[in-house]
């Protein structure tokens, strides 16, 4: 009896357990943006050098996200899970420890191995050993992380790099490592599939060729130095091997990455619609640093200040996504959060540094609270009807959907920039002006406006199965 009760608390950390994982790896993704003048000095070479670094770790994940559904089928999640967290962990040390370009790129390809096995699998192992009745609370714990980590990192990436040394920002993951890898051994259950798949090789090659493209091309259009006509061609050339990739997973008996979940609707707009949702609003993340720094003349550490307030929102909004979704529904929800989120994002476009401060901070704590909200409810609505045979596929295209749609809202807010200060008439080697974010800010609203549409078509019941929008459905059974 007791072993019972000892595995069903347990599964009640799970998400706990997983979300600590994912804020090591988005976190360490995040504050090495702020920490790369520091390394490049430290290593005798311009920022532009560490790039290299950059891309390795985004071909790590290219190539190790779409397999590892597969590999944890095979091997078990815990086993999986494990390895990943401490070849992560490991890799960490050896970024630290780096004294050159090539040591650091070697480290970081490693790096991303292990963070592109932990994320997918990690959320694997909690959509599998979670009730449908607890998913919702389940999926909002592991989903914080990615919230949070985008608006922390600045900030807390110029602290350490102005007080300390950019080493700690890797170093520090040791003992957040260890302690993971130990309750991972202790408390992660180890499930495999219930069957065993042959490896889709095609489709391996096919999915990394495109996911590179893409995550490439989006590398080189948020750099200024490089030209957004070779970013935008990497970019279509990733989508083009992306829809090769799709028609070969539709014939394949065994496909790498199962695009037959797509046929559920609360899926596939998840999946789809959320695409295009996740880059309007991962635009801000890019956009947002260099509105401070270059439009209001703030510093890198007092630019990630203002943008704690889109954490508090962030954070804030955590604890009522539950309760928003159970009560108003995941269709309600959906569409007028995103398009306060819209609205929002097209406000911050409008700010001078003669804005008084306090609306300032409510525009970006706005950004933050819808920002929160809508990702919990993507992530969350994604395996409300995803059947239990289904759940590794499902898992796998969502998490090369996210990782995807991170890069190219990166792309699409220094693409959108780019394109302002053309229209403006300026040289797009020099500093932006506010009327060049005036623009860039616009586009990242209108298409997150745009998205709204996409929305409209769900059910009126959808997410039912997992507690959204409760309040219909009682008022259905007394009807």
């Not at 990702?375 to 090369?400: C, E, H, I, K, N």
Request: hydrophobic share 50%.
């Amino acid at each position: 009896m007791s072993t019972g009760n000892t595995r069903q608390s347990h599964v009640g950390w799970l998400p706990y357990i997983v979300a600590a994982t994912f804020f090591m790896e988005y976190l360490d993704t995040t504050v090495i943006a702020t920490a790369l003048p520091q390394m490049a000095h430290s290593f005798g070479v311009g920022p532009n050098s560490l790039s290299l670094g950059m891309t390795a770790y985004m071909l790590a994940l290219a190539i190790f996200i779409p397999v590892s559904g597969w590999v944890a089928d095979r091997c078990g999640s815990r086993t999986v899970f494990f390895s990943a967290i401490g070849v992560f962990t490991v890799a960490s040390v050896l970024c630290g420890l780096s004294q050159n370009v090539a040591e650091f790129t070697a480290a970081r390809l490693l790096q991303g191995i292990g963070g592109a096995m932990m994320v997918p699998v990690g959320r694997l192992i909690v959509v599998r050993s979670t009730e449908k009745s607890k998913m919702m609370q389940a999926i909002s714990t592991i989903t914080w992380p990615a919230i949070a980590a985008p608006v922390i990192g600045p900030p807390v990436g110029g602290f350490i790099t102005t007080y300390a040394s950019w080493r700690w920002i890797f170093l520090l993951n040791v003992p957040f490592g260890l302690a993971a890898m130990a309750i991972a051994l202790a408390m992660v259950p180890n499930l495999r599939g219930s069957e065993r798949k042959p490896l889709d090789i095609v489709g391996l090659l096919l999915s990394a060729a495109s996911l590179t493209a893409i995550l490439y091309g989006a590398e080189l259009a948020s750099q200024v130095g490089e030209s957004p006509w070779v970013a935008g061609a990497l970019i279509v050339v990733g989508l083009l091997l992306g829809v090769v990739a799709f028609r070969h997973a539709k014939r394949h008996p065994h496909p790498l990455i199962d695009v037959s979940t797509l046929k559920i609707p609360t899926f596939s707009v998840t999946v789809v619609t959320g695409s295009f949702t996740r880059i309007g609003i991962g635009a801000v993340p890019y956009l947002m640093p260099l509105l401070f720094q270059l439009g209001f003349g703030l510093s890198a550490f007092k630019s990630g200040l203002l943008l704690l307030a889109s954490a508090v929102g962030n954070l804030g909004m955590k604890a009522l996504t539950t309760r928003i979704l159970q009560r108003y529904g995941f269709r309600m929800v959906s569409i007028v959060d995103v398009a306060v989120a819209g609205i929002s994002i097209v406000a911050c476009g409008l700010l001078t540094p003669d804005v008084p401060l306090l609306l300032v901070l409510f525009v970006v704590f706005v950004y933050g609270v819808t920002r929160s909200m809508q990702f919990s409810t993507l992530a969350t609505l994604a395996y409300a009807d995803v059947a239990p045979s289904q759940m590794s596929g499902a898992s796998t295209l969502w998490s090369a959907a996210a990782q995807m749609t991170i890069g190219l809202g990166i792309a699409f807010g220094a693409v959108s920039l780019r394109a302002a200060a053309f229209l403006n008439g300026e040289n797009t080697g020099r500093l932006f002006t506010l009327a060049d974010f005036r623009l860039a800010f616009l586009c990242a609203g209108v298409l997150t406006l745009i998205s709204v549409l996409g929305y409209v078509g769900l059910a009126h019941d959808a997410g039912q199965s997992i507690g959204g929008g409760s309040r219909n459905q009682e008022g259905t059974a007394k009807s």
